[in-house]
């Protein structure tokens, strides 16, 4: 079992940097498959990016790509979605997810079984 807890987000105008936090539970990070995906209202869940570390990856979606960046820091099992330059079509909810699993596919959230609460990110113009 892997609790995912995620701190952070904000109301930010566009343009600036917001940094988010996924802190994981009872698994070290090099073991888990570890995601971010967001939801805007009314829309459906969508990947933004991805890792295994030392394996494979970081994969971005293309409307973030340049812009986020996924990292870690192992020593305290936390994972940061850094985003830059954020523009209001990035306002949504921002959910961590984790995979004990290797993949061929890292952007269906069906492949994750674990789920941060989700924390909200909302870009001002």
């Known amino acids: 079992q892997v609790q995912l807890v995620e701190p952070g987000g904000g109301l930010v105008q566009a343009g600036v940097s917001l940094r988010l936090s996924c802190v994981a539970s009872a698994r070290t990070l090099g073991s888990l498959t570890m995601a971010w995906f967001r939801q805007a209202p009314g829309k459906d869940r969508e990947f933004v990016a991805a890792i295994r570390w030392g394996v494979d990856g970081p994969y971005y979606a293309d409307s973030v790509l340049g812009r986020f960046t996924i990292s870690s820091d192992n020593v305290k099992n936390t994972v940061y979605l850094q985003m830059n330059s954020l523009k209001p079509g990035d306002t949504a909810v921002y959910y961590c997810?984790?995979?004990?699993?290797?993949?061929?596919?890292?952007?269906?959230?069906?492949?994750?079984?674990?789920w941060g609460q989700g924390t909200q990110v909302t870009v001002s113009s």
């Open positions: 997810a984790a995979s004990p699993y290797f993949m061929s596919n890292y952007r269906p959230a069906g492949h994750y079984a674990y």
